[in-house]
């Protein structure tokens, strides 16, 4: 569903922009699954992501080493190589 056209517009797009308002159709975009076996390390995943992006973003620039890297569906999207980057320290 995450692909289908008829619910998420050029699926291939960064777009952040889809998920603002009442986002997704309920049931299309499922990361964690859904209903009663929905994944239940869903909120402590999604707090742990949020505080390593704060400090990614705020204590680094950082930029991609494959500029172009493929995603690939395995069957996650995920970047070939695994997404490296190098880290540039912001001054204190
Ligand atoms: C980005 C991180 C994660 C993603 C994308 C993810 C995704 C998923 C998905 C798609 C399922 C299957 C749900 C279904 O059958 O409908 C699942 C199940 C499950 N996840 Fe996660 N998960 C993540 C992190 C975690 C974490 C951090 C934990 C535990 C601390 C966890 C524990 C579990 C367990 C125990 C199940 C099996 C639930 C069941 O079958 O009743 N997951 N997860």
Redesign the pocket.
């Known amino acids: 569903t995450h692909r289908d056209h008829k619910f998420f517009p050029e699926p291939q797009k960064f777009d952040p922009s889809r998920f603002e308002g009442s986002g997704p159709a309920p049931y299309t975009y499922?990361?964690?699954?859904?209903?009663p076996?929905?994944?239940?390390?869903?909120d402590?995943?999604r707090l742990?992501?949020l505080v390593f992006m704060h400090h990614l973003v705020k204590r680094f620039r950082w930029e991609k080493l494959i500029p172009d890297e493929k995603i690939v569906n395995t069957p996650i999207a995920n970047p070939e190589k695994g997404l490296p980057i190098r880290l540039f320290p912001h001054e204190a």
Request: glycine content about 24%.
């Open positions: 499922v990361p964690f699954g859904g209903g076996r929905i994944c239940p390390g869903k402590f995943a742990e992501i």
